[in-house]
């Protein structure tokens, strides 16, 4: 316990955890200062983040990286369902899709990028099972051909056919959320050795955490971030005005960028320990969790908890910034095998897209 004190409060990411009482404080005492509330909350996600990514990965090395993913990707984006939750309720469903859309290309395109680019630079060829990453892509276009159907639709609605379209985002709502939850039998239950991750080819590891404290941490951690990322939702918009960018930057970058800190943090740290299946796990993995069930989740939840029902309308730019997003994520990461221009090619994409966003004229 005194070894674990101490390493704890050795410099590092730790030292930011004074942002959650400096966030609070600011937040109740200057209501005035949006734009400090929002970096304050953003600053205090970072080591929280981390928490969650040490804790996952000592659960991994008793689960196997392919649980170890799912359980990195379920609690890494609990920030975001908080989010896009609180969003709801105020009525803002533009940027609830802009923040499901964001925190998919950044686990996509930026994470993984990372991953590639970091871990590449320590290991001169990085191995991973071709036919996880197979599955997960397969995953990923059934996410977009969901979000192309409503969408689709939504170009034809009139006053008269409107309550058909809300019952067809249900009906997608129920079918996505059944199909993950076949996923996740497939994955743990009927077919693990089909994602089992590459044997011999992960560094050693330090001190074993026990699986009470490792889940413990895991749990608070997850808590804190949905904490602190409410706190940065209700400071957006005054942050937006403030910083003089849109909001559609905030919502498509900034925000699926801090609200995706765990998983993000969770994959480089992977890549750089040449542990690629988690990496891939995490950084796929958690954009199908947040099409497949986070996204129909809030459909649901917005019938019972929001102003308006929450519809997948998402915009024909958006799905297509996702389809090639997948494609040039698919092309990447495929034949097993990968290197730190992989990464190049990734962070690339999302660079070119983050430039768009930035100057997208509007609020």
Partial sequence: MAKSMVSFLKPSLNWL????????????????????????AALAIVPIASLIVQATEQIALRTGDAIGGLLNATFGNAPELIICFVALRSGLTDMVRASLIGAILANLLLGLGLAFLLGGLRHHIQEFNPRAAGMQASMMMLAVISMMVPGGYHTLVTEETLHYERYL?????IVLLVSYALSLLFMIKTHPDFLAGEKGHTEEEGHRWGIGTAVGLLVLSSVLAAWMSEILVGAVE?????LGVSKVFIGLVVLAVVGGAAELGSAVMMG????MDLAMGIAIGSSVQIALFVAPLLVLLSLFAAPQPFVLAFTRAEITLVFMSILIATFVASGGKTHWYKGVQLLTVYFIFAILFFLIPGN
């Fill in 238 to 242: 005054g942050a937006s005005e403030g």
């Fill in 17 to 40: 955890l004074v942002f959650i009482p400096v966030t609070l404080f600011i937040e109740h005492a200057m209501p005035d200062k949006p734009t400090l509330v929002f970096l304050c």
């Fill in 169 to 173: 985002n249900i009906g997608i709502a």
């Fill in 272 to 275: 750089r320990k040449n542990r």
